[in-house]
C-alpha cells in the first residue's frame, strides 16, 4: 500500500514541493511511528487495533493507527478537530458501517475476537460495546422506555420486574435516579442537557456493555453538568471499560489513565496521562498540550 | 462594552462612516418597507380571490340545499285504485306462491293511474283553476308517484283514505320560484305553462308551497327524468369506495417504498435512476394516468367499466408518488443522531427504523397521506378515460358496480342541458365535494397534532 502522510498531501495543494523550511515537512519520516509509553504497572489489554486505517471514498481519514486499550481504565483521544481520534473510535464499535462510503483497514480485536471478521453480528458487538454521542440523543420517548429499550431489544430481562429493577440500577449508576425517579414516565427529552445526557450513559450501561465508547461527551454541557458527568466517568471506571474522546485537555488530563494523541489522521503518542501532560516525548504533542496549535 | 463607548464614534460628527451608514440605512429600511407592501398586497390579492370563489359558490349553491315541497291532501281514491286486496299468507300456499302473488299485486298497483290522483289532489286544493292534466303534472316532480305507489304498497289500508302528504315540486318550479328564470320572458319561451307558473305563485303565497331541506340531494343517485330529485349519493359512495381503494393500496405501498428507499436501500445509480422517475411520475398530467387506466385496468385486465374498482386503482397510481416523496421528506427530517443512538445501543437496522425513525414521522406520513388523498377524491380527468363520467342511475354495492364520483358528478352537472336548474346544484355539489375534503383536512390537523403531543 502507498501512503502520504497528510503533510505532503496538503502541502503539494498549496505551496511549492520543493519548500522544505516548513515544520511538518521536517517532521515527515517519523509521522507512522507512534511513540509509545507503557504505564509503569501493566493493565490487561481489552481492545487491540493494529494498523487500523479509515477511507471515506477516496479520502483517507486516518493512517495506520495502532493502539491497545486497557480494562478498567479510561483511555483519552485528544488532538485537534478533524484529527480522526472521533473516526478511530466510531471505528471500536463498527459505527462507520453506517457511513456511506467509509471503508476499514486493519484489524481490531475485543479479547482477541476480531471485529471485522464478516462472521460477527454487528447488532452483538453494539451491545457489548456501548457508545455515548455528543449531543444527548435521547429517544422521543418516556425516562423509563429510554433506559429500557435496550435490555429489552437484547432480551436481557427475564420479567416485567427484572426490566425495572435494570433500568433504576442503571439510572442510580448513572447518578440520575434521585433526580427522575418522579417522572420515570415522562418524556426524556424534557430533561436539562446534562441530564440528558446522563440518560444516555444509563441507556448505554442498561445492556452491561464491556467497553463504553464516548465521543466528547461533555461538549453541548455547562462545567457544572460536565463536573456531574467527569466524576460519573471515574465512578464508572471501576467497572467498565472507558474511551473517550475529547476536545478539553483539562478533561483528559481529570478523568483518564492513559492518554492518545491523535493529529491529521496519525496517532502520534499514547502513554499515561500523567506523563502526557507533563513530559511528552513528541514534539507535537507538547505544541498541542500547551496551546501552540489545535 | 459602555454604552458611552458604543455610542462614542457615532457621536464625533463629520464621521464619514456615519454618513455612509445612515445613508445605507435609509435605503435598507425603503428595501424593508417596499418588500412588506408587496407581500401585504400579494396576500390581500390571494385572499381576495379565495373569498371571491367561496362567496361566489356559496352564494349559488346554498339556495339549492333547499327545495320546494307542495303540501296537499292526497285521496287514495277507490275509483282510481281498482286493485284486489293485498294478497295473504294462505296456509295452504308455498312461500314461492306467496311471493308470485305479491309481486303480481304488486305490479298491478304499478299500473295504476297515480297521476291522476296527483292531478285530483291538487286540483282539490284550487278548485277556482281552469288548467290540463298536462299543467298539474308539470308541478309535481315527475317521480312522486312511484312515492305513492309505495306508500301504497306499504299501507293497503290506505284505500279510501285521505293523508296530508308534501310532493315534491318539480324542477321547473324551482326554478320559477327562485327567480332562476327571467319572470318577464313571453310565455312560449317559459318552462312552466301558464296556469302552472299561476299555482305555484299562489300556493307559495299562502305557505302550501314551501322550501324545505332538500335531503334528495344526500338519499338518492342521479336522475335525469325528475331532475328534482338528482342527488349525490351514488357519486358519494363511488367517492367512497376510491378513497377507501386509495388508502388501502397508494399509503402502505407509498409508505414501505418510502422507507425502503430511505432507510435501507443503497445510493447507486438504479437507486438514482427510480429516484428521478418517482419525482417524474409525480409531475405527469393525471390524464396520463386515466390513459394508462384504460390501457392496463379496463383492456388488460378486464375491470368493468365506470367501476369504482378501477378508478381507486387509476388514483392510487396517482397517489403513490405524492405519498412516497412526501414520506421520504419527514424521514429525512429525522435527525441522523436519533438512527445513531438506536444502531450504537445494538438495534437492527429494521428496529431503528421501525421503533424510532418511523414513530417520530408518524405526523408527516399522515399529512401526506391525507394530502394524497384529497388530491385523489378531487380528480375527475382520470375518471373521464375509464368511463366513469357514465350516467348511472343505482347505487353501487360493490366497488366493482357501474358508479360515478363526486367531482365527475359535479362535471356532469354542469354540462346537464337544464342550465338554470342544475347550476345551482351544481354549486351545492362542489359545496359537499369542499366539505368533504375540509374534513378529510381536519382530521388531519387533529390526528397530526395527536401524535405531536404524544411524541
Given at each position: 500500500m502507498m501512503f502520504n502522510a497528510p503533510e505532503t498531501q496538503k502541502m503539494n495543494a498549496t505551496l511549492?514541493?520543493?519548500?522544505?523550511?516548513?515544520q511538518s515537512s521536517a517532521a515527515l519520516p517519523k509521522t507512522f511511528q507512534t511513540v509509545r509509553t507503557p504505564d509503569p504497572e501493566p493493565r490487561k489489554v481489552r481492545v487491540h487495533a493494529q494498523d487500523v486505517s479509515v477511507f471515506y471514498g477516496p479520502k483517507?481519514?486516518?493512517?495506520d493507527v495502532s493502539i491497545d486499550i486497557p480494562e478498567k481504565a479510561v483511555t483519552a483521544f485528544i488532538g485537534p478537530s478533524g484529527c480522526g481520534k472521533s473516526t478511530f473510535l466510531r471505528c471500536l464499535n463498527r459505527m462507520n458501517d453506517t457511513i456511506e462510503g467509509a471503508r476499514v483497514s486493519g484489524t481490531i480485536q475485543l479479547d482477541g475476537e476480531d471485529l471485522y471478521d464478516p462472521k460477527l453480528d454487528v447488532v452483538e458487538l453494539r451491545a457489548r460495546i456501548g457508545m455515548v454521542f455528543q449531543k444527548p440523543n435521547p429517544f422521543p420517548k418516556t425516562i423509563f422506555e429510554n433506559v429500557a429499550y435496550g435490555p429489552r431489544i437484547h432480551g436481557l430481562a427475564k420479567s416485567k420486574t427484572d426490566l425495572e429493577q435494570i433500568v433504576v440500577e442503571s439510572l442510580q449508576k448513572a447518578s440520575l435516579f434521585n433526580e427522575v425517579k418522579d417522572r420515570l414516565h415522562e418524556v426524556g427529552t424534557g430533561l436539562s442537557g446534562g441530564q440528558q445526557q446522563r440518560l444516555c450513559i444509563a441507556r448505554a450501561i442498561a445492556v452491561s456493555p464491556e467497553v463504553i465508547l464516548m465521543d466528547e461527551p461533555c461538549s453541548a454541557l455547562d462545567p457544572i453538568a460536565t463536573a456531574k458527568i467527569e466524576e460519573l466517568i471515574d465512578e464508572l471506571r471501576a467497572n467498565y471499560t472507558i474511551v473517550i474522546v475529547t476536545h478539553s485537555m483539562q478533561q483528559a488530563a481529570r478523568v483518564s489513565q492513559r492518554t492518545a494523541f491523535f493529529h491529521l489522521g496519525i496517532l502520534v503518542e499514547e502513554g499515561p496521562t500523567e506523563m502526557m501532560f507533563t513530559s511528552p516525548a513528541e514534539k507535537r504533542t507538547q505544541d498541542y498540550i500547551t496551546g501552540r496549535f489545535g | 462594552m459602555s454604552v458611552s463607548a458604543m455610542s462614542s464614534p457615532a457621536a464625533s460628527?463629520?464621521?464619514p462612516n456615519r454618513s455612509r451608514i445612515q445613508a445605507s440605512l435609509r435605503r435598507r429600511r425603503n428595501a424593508e418597507k417596499r418588500f412588506r407592501f408587496y407581500g401585504i398586497a400579494s396576500v390581500t390579492v390571494a385572499i381576495g380571490f379565495v373569498l371571491f370563489l367561496f362567496s361566489t359558490i356559496l352564494h349559488e349553491g346554498l339556495p339549492a340545499f333547499w327545495q320546494p315541497v307542495v303540501k296537499v291532501d292526497v285521496t287514495f281514491d277507490p275509483a282510481i285504485i281498482k286493485v284486489d286486496p293485498k294478497p295473504v299468507a294462505d296456509t295452504d300456499q308455498s312461500p314461492a306462491a306467496l311471493r308470485r302473488a305479491n309481486l303480481d299485486w304488486q305490479r298491478k298497483v304499478t299500473m295504476v293511474n297515480w297521476n291522476r290522483i296527483i292531478e285530483n289532489s291538487i286540483r282539490a286544493e284550487a278548485p277556482d283553476v281552469e288548467m290540463s292534466a298536462r299543467d298539474v303534472q308539470f308541478l309535481v316532480s315527475q317521480n312522486e308517484r312511484y312515492r305513492l305507489r309505495d306508500m301504497f304498497v306499504e299501507n293497503p289500508d290506505l284505500l279510501g283514505k285521505t293523508v296530508p302528504i308534501e310532493l315534491l315540486a318539480s324542477a321547473n318550479v324551482d326554478v320559477w320560484l327562485k327567480g332562476d328564470?327571467?319572470?318577464?320572458?313571453?310565455s312560449d319561451r317559459q318552462q312552466l305553462p301558464e296556469a302552472a307558473r299561476m299555482l305555484a305563485d299562489r300556493f307559495y303565497e299562502d305557505g302550501r308551497i314551501r322550501m324545505a331541506f332538500s335531503s334528495v340531494l344526500f338519499t338518492n343517485t342521479d336522475s335525469r327524468n325528475a331532475p328534482a330529485e338528482a342527488g349525490l349519493l351514488g357519486a358519494f359512495i363511488g367517492s367512497l369506495y376510491m378513497m377507501i381503494i386509495v388508502i388501502v393500496l397508494a399509503v402502505p405501498v407509498g409508505v414501505a417504498s418510502a422507507i425502503y428507499l430511505e432507510e435501507f436501500a443503497p445510493k447507486n445509480k438504479l437507486t438514482d435512476l427510480i429516484e428521478v422517475n418517482i419525482n417524474n411520475l409525480a409531475a405527469v398530467p393525471s390524464i396520463v394516468f386515466g390513459l394508462l387506466g384504460a390501457a392496463v385496468f379496463i383492456n388488460y385486465f378486464h375491470l368493468p367499466l365506470s367501476a369504482p374498482m378501477a378508478g381507486g386503482l387509476v388514483l392510487s397510481l396517482m397517489t403513490l408518488p405524492t405519498v412516497i416523496i412526501a414520506t421520504r421528506a419527514s424521514l429525512r427530517a429525522v435527525p441522523p443522531s436519533l438512527r445513531q443512538a438506536a444502531l450504537g445501543l445494538g438495534a437492527s437496522r429494521t428496529q431503528t427504523v421501525f421503533h424510532h425513525v418511523l414513530p417520530v414521522t408518524y405526523p408527516g406520513i399522515l399529512t401526506a397521506t391525507i394530502i394524497g388523498v384529497a388530491q385523489a377524491i378531487g380528480e375527475t380527468a382520470p375518471l373521464l378515460l375509464i368511463g366513469m363520467n357514465a350516467f348511472v342511475t343505482t347505487l353501487p354495492v360493490t366497488p366493482l358496480d357501474q358508479s360515478t364520483a363526486l367531482p365527475v358528478q359535479i362535471f356532469l352537472w354542469e354540462g346537464n342541458e337544464n342550465r338554470n336548474y342544475f347550476e345551482p346544484k351544481t354549486a351545492a355539489a362542489i359545496i359537499v365535494l369542499l366539505s368533504v375534503m375540509l374534513a378529510l383536512n381536519a382530521i388531519a390537523i387533529v390526528l397530526r397534532s395527536r401524535f405531536e403531543r404524544r411524541a
Open positions: 511549492a514541493p520543493a519548500s522544505s523550511s516548513n483517507q481519514a486516518l493512517f | 460628527a463629520g464621521s328564470i327571467d319572470r318577464s320572458l313571453a
